[in-house]
């Protein structure tokens, strides 16, 4: 999404060429694949890891640190070493996202039309918004010493990373469309207005 807004932005005149239906199918190929071996290598390694403190995890699902948490041997080292490897992983997407936001930004500044700034930032910040959610609250969950674990604050961190981004996703995309932003409203102002109108009736 960021090289989508930069090509944009700053490469206007090459965007058919430089984000072609190849290159889209390149990228996201190269997400799901990184994607699914990442998994597969995390997966692996769980599973040969003992655990002699039960089997619960206080969590909804079977994050990696409530795992090493119930570990009993040193082999959970290995898990630890790939998780090093994830966050470089996901170190560099971000700072390949700020470089790229850098150079939007530098270039929507030059813009002396102010609708255009506006259009330009209301197009850039959502997106990078929900990425600084993800990774700041992946490095919390992941980074943070085990005294200032609590399952609660676990919890939060969790669903913060895992739901609240997905779910954001759409909805900060689909907001761009006219007729979804119509329809919006339509939907807001009849759920409104019809318990308007059931408060009211209620009354009398």
Request: glycine share 0%; with cysteine.
């Given at each position: 999404?960021?090289?989508d807004r930069?090509?944009?932005?700053?490469?206007?005149l090459h965007y058919g060429t430089l984000l072609g239906?190849?290159?889209c199918v390149q990228m996201a190929a190269a997400a799901w694949v990184s994607g699914f071996i990442n998994a597969l290598l995390?997966?692996?390694?769980t599973f040969s890891i003992p655990l002699c403190q039960g089997n619960a995890v206080d969590q909804f699902f079977c994050e990696i640190p409530q795992i090493l948490r119930l570990s009993c041997s040193d082999s959970y080292l290995r898990e630890a070493g790939v998780i090093v490897v994830s966050l470089c992983l996901i170190f560099g997407c971000f700072v390949f996202i700020?470089?790229?936001y850098v150079r939007i930004f530098t270039a929507v500044l030059r813009i002396t039309s102010e609708q255009g700034r506006h259009k330009a930032f209301s197009m850039c910040l959502p997106h990078l918004a929900v990425v600084s959610l993800f990774v700041s609250t992946v490095m919390i969950a992941y980074l943070k010493p085990p005294s200032l674990s609590s399952p609660v604050l676990d919890l939060v961190v969790a669903?913060?990373?895992s739901v609240v981004p997905p779910t954001m996703n759409p909805?900060?995309?689909?907001?761009r469309n006219k007729e979804l932003q119509d329809a919006l409203r339509k939907v807001i102002s009849w759920t409104f207005f019809s318990s308007g109108k059931t408060a009211i009736s209620l009354h009398r």
């Open positions: 999404m960021a090289y930069f090509v944009a932005i700053c490469r206007p239906s190849r290159a995390h997966t692996a390694n700020v470089l790229s669903v913060l990373y909805l900060i995309y689909s907001m």
